[in-house]
């Protein structure tokens, strides 16, 4: 499988962490350009447009994106939408059935709350404690690789491309990462309370399944041949989430099959207008011709437990670790995610969540501006700013800051699974495999011009003192776990002591 391409990338992601510079680093991750849903997410003005969240990843975003860069965030989602129909008649790859998808419901767009039948168990705590004796056997997760298999996709190999990790175990009482279960069961009463990032992108898992036989033979960046398979990706933010997420569309304008699936579309909190066309409809919905209070158009309710969560949900149930060509059942998927260095990652979140592009709505960002970059005479400055305020008021201050870890088991929905997670630096081999250019950069958050300031974009690794390292460390100890836990290093190692099994 693209043997080259893994060679390439194996000396960049040896260490499992680097500058975003190195990899081309789209940070655009954050984009989640409407899903498959349907729900363009788009929050209003320029909110999450363009790709998948719009999310300039700011900082060191290289949004790889080779095709469709000067498309709208709807103009995708029609795009998604006639390939899926297209799709759903085409032979299907991988086996002889096709991978099935749970049938959307004949309800709209992932609009309405499932019945109060619906299986609701993802949200229920996870308990903090279990009898002792569960945990003296307790069972950590298969992290070998696949036998007599060569790919990108088969984690735990000495290339160390990726590596096998299992959210469910990590975040259980006798797992790794039972500290931090309060953090989860948080974002579990949130996601129930429909208050979870209100005013951020749409979590999506785009998928594709790539058959040899049916995909363009002439692909512009495919040099040794389509690779048998069926993968999907849960997109983490600032990690080059957005040009992955586009490259799994544009796999399907080269003869894959594949959607874009919804986990969650968070609510819109009301905003005051910010041109002419906005005042004028806000002034239509207000007046009373029928003598009743009319709704907003800035306001929406986050959709919880309803058909988009139940399809994904579903579709997660086949998540399996790397298959042989002719092992493939027909719900099996691998599912990947990509992480990036926990310092590195939060410069690229402070340029995202202070009004880059497709954040701009996320009613936060002239606060963050206000207390962090106005009055600051250097990046360094700034930066130790936003720490602070970040540990004042948590990670639950805007989407991007949300730890990694935290993000991995939402978007799984807590499910005991495997997933192959990537190194940073690995994004421009997966672009490869998915026919993209891995070279391009849509967005440039070090780009003069691109973000609010200056201070911003020229914010760099480089800002950190030990003091402030040390403080970051701490805020997100929950991310240099999970990276310990893989065998991947990142900034925190010098800093913080780590539990063992």
Known sequence: NNNNNNNKSEDR?????????????????????????????????????????????????????????????????????????????????????????????????NSKSADEDVDRSSGEPIPLTVPEEEC???????????????????????????????????????????EFIPKINEMKELYNS????????????????????????????????????????????????????????????????????????????????????????????????????????????SNIYGPGFQRASKFLDGAVKYRKRDEWGPTDHTLLAVVRDPADRFISAIGQAT?????????????????????????????????????TNSTWTEVHFTPMAMEISFATIYKDIPVAVFPFQMVPSLMLELGSNPNMKKKDGHQKGYRKSDILTNMSMDDYDDDMMKSLCEIYKMDAVFFHHLGMENSCDPHLDYPTI
Not at 283 to 298: E, I, L, T
């Open 136 to 178: 003296v056997s307790f069972d950590h997760g298969d992290t070998s690789p696949t036998q007599n298999v060569t790919s990108i996709f088969n984690c735990g190999t000495v290339y160390k491309n990726c590596e096998w990790y299992f959210p469910g175990k990590f975040f259980h009482p006798c797992g790794i990462g039972k």
């Open 13 to 109: 992601s040896e260490n499992g962490n680097g500058s975003a510079d190195e990899a081309g680093d789209d940070d655009g991750d954050d984009e989640e350009s409407g899903d498959e849903e349907g729900d363009d997410e788009s929050n209003g003005d320029d909110e999450e447009s363009g790709d998948e969240e719009g999310d300039d990843e700011g900082d060191d975003e290289d949004d790889h994106d080779d095709e469709g860069d000067d498309k709208s965030e709807s103009e995708v989602v029609k795009e998604d939408k006639a390939k899926d129909k297209d799709n759903n008649v085409a032979e299907p790859p991988q086996t002889q059935k096709p991978i099935s998808i749970p049938p959307k419901e004949p309800t709209e767009n």
């Open 194 to 301: 429909k208050s979870l990032w209100l005013n951020g992108p749409p979590i999506v898992i785009p998928w594709a399944s790539i058959d040899p036989p049916k995909m363009r033979k002439n692909a512009q960046f495919i040099s040794t041949g389509w690779n048998k398979h069926n993968i999907s990706m849960t997109h983490v933010h600032k990690t080059g989430g957005t040009s992955l997420v586009m490259a799994f569309s544009n796999v399907q304008g080269m003869g894959a099959r594949g959607t874009r699936l919804t986990v969650y579309m968070p609510g819109k909190l009301p905003r005051a207008p910010t041109n002419a066309k906005q005042l004028k409809q806000k002034a239509a919905m207000s007046r009373d011709r029928d003598g009743g209070a009319k709704r907003s158009p800035y306001q929406s309710k």
């Open 355 to 391: 009004g880059a592009f497709g954040s701009s709505g996320n009613g936060v960002a002239k606060d963050l501006v206000t207390e962090c970059v106005d009055g600051k005479e250097t990046s360094k400055e700034s930066l130790r700013c936003f720490i602070d305020l970040v540990k």
